[in-house]
């Protein structure tokens, strides 16, 4: 019942806002986690995509990683060392 509740918001979500992406069942092969500013900022590598997927949180995170998750999330881009990055920003994450 759950799982139809989450998907069924993840819908809603992707409507709402054309430019969200929600992919289910993804699996994670690196989380790593650290400070920025009053925020752990959380990096994802996932299974079968080059690009960063990166989520802000409060407070520490058990390790994601080998879990498959449901993500919602949004291109975007970064600049680093003058470098333009694509990223992807997480609005919502699950574990499957």
Known sequence: ???????????????????????????????VQREFDDWLLNTLMLENIDVPFKYKRKKLYKSLQGQRVNIT???DHETIAGLDIEIMRIVRIKVS
């Open 73 to 75: 999330y949004y291109p």
């Open 1 to 31: 019942m759950a799982n139809i509740n989450s998907n069924k918001l993840a819908k809603q979500l992707t409507e709402r806002h054309p430019k969200l992406v929600h992919t289910d069942n993804i699996k994670v092969i690196s989380h």
